[in-house]
């Protein structure tokens, strides 16, 4: 858990920083060669930021993220879709970077069912090339917290692969209002009747990938050309006292607990 | 979501794997300047495990991790705690490693209440050290899996630090029965009926992570010396047919869901 007072605030003040000075000079910095000017180093080598970041193809990012989950998985997938193409086109800092230790954030974490390592790539990936808030660039936070609104309100799997390994007819979509494995995966296969070992669910979870990396590339992109926009200012602790997603009846029913108030 | 047959089967495999020669290579190839000899690289320059390691003091470790969580939060603190002294004791692959990045892991990722940053960094320093399960050796995997059931079943915070800014008698103890933030965090607050925002909360929080540097640094140097064994042999997957925790009933009360079993 982090101090609070800057997850309550950290949405107006990161809508605040958009379009300013502070904003400019960070996408500026984005260019080829500059990354080192703009450093924020704590003692390591690759802790400047923003890394320097080229525009991808979302298509084709989700295409590799798709091929990849048939090798590392969900969060490795999205990782090695965006670090893996950036080794290439920039090298630096993306060639130190260990994309296959990430495998363990499958199934919501070495299957644990906690958050989907669709969502938890992008959001490494996201702050790792634009950097942690501490270091005065907040977008890395703010896409992560897009990264996990549109994991959890999208009909998933959106993306379509050029060549699918199942027929895409046969792949439902749900939306499952929630970023974690254990419900994403639950209601996908509540709605296609399969069980986990099917062909099916891990193809709908390749293309989950797929659809997030896609996602991803078009915030970071944005983010690069200086027009990235939050689409989500929702903040649980600032609105319930405590942290946690937007659908609080979902799990709790009519019961919502009130968090204490009562300061000392 | 990753292959389920490998979830399913994972902990026997990785059980299998304990005191065979494949463990006994692994132990002794973590000797310093050994790591190239195994290297299992997909093309980045650190993707070679194990990375070099050398133990660690878990005291020192919790005290370093207790300090960092004032600066860069749960997921950060851990990571720092461990990454940030094998940079000085080792250097290599640990020099470019971006600790900072994953300050996001905060509050369960940027305050969405998932995976609590304590256990999620954890594992990602468990995964860095030893490498993913693709790459041959399974006890990364494992001591994720280890990491999130002591999270779950400590009564947190565990540890105390030498110079607490709390005094230790003010912070109750609670057991999450969960790796999620949202419901660690919301179990201790409802114990303490203090606020997210109060100083007790947070130098709760602060002392999870030291809890969770402490024990990951005791089953690093374990599996260094040869000795870890997994304490943890659930697998949901296996039992239930999805991701999840141990405890259906307590979010699903009586009407926990059967998972869809027909296969095509």
Not at 17 to 39: D, H, P, R, Y
Not at 55 to 74: G, M
Request: charged fraction near 20%.
């Amino acid at each position: 858990m982090s101090d609070d007072k800057t997850i309550e605030n950290g949405v107006s003040r990161r809508q605040m920083l958009i379009g300013t000075g502070a904003l400019a000079a960070g996408v500026a910095a984005t260019s080829l060669g500059k990354w080192v000017e703009t450093a924020q180093a704590q003692g390591g080598e690759t802790e400047k930021w923003p890394w320097p970041y080229v525009k991808l193809d979302p298509q084709e990012t989700a295409e590799i993220a798709y091929k990849e989950w048939y090798r590392i998985f969900c969060g490795g997938a999205v990782i090695s879709s965006v670090i893996g193409q950036l080794r290439e086109k920039v090298g630096g800092p993306y060639k130190t970077f260990p994309i296959d230790s990430f495998v363990f954030l499958e199934g919501g974490q070495v299957g644990w069912g906690t958050i989907c390592g669709s969502p938890a790539g992008a959001n490494i990936v996201a702050n790792l090339i634009i950097g942690p808030r501490i270091a005065g660039a907040h977008e890395g936070h703010q896409i992560s917290a897009d990264n996990m609104d549109f994991y959890s309100k999208a009909e998933m799997p959106v993306f379509v692969p050029k060549n699918p390994k199942i027929d895409p007819s046969k792949i439902v979509h749900t939306v499952s209002d929630s970023p974690l494995c254990h419900i994403s995966v639950g209601k996908w296969m509540k709605a296609a009747n399969l069980p986990l070992g099917s062909p099916e669910r891990k193809d709908r979870c390749a293309r989950v990938a797929a659809s997030s990396a896609y996602r991803l590339v078009e915030m970071l992109n944005a983010w690069h050309d200086g027009t990235y926009k939050p689409t989500n200012s929702f903040s649980c602790s600032k609105e319930n006292g405590i942290t946690g997603q937007y659908n609080c009846t979902e799990c709790h029913g009519d019961k919502v607990p009130e968090a204490p108030t009562a300061k000392k």
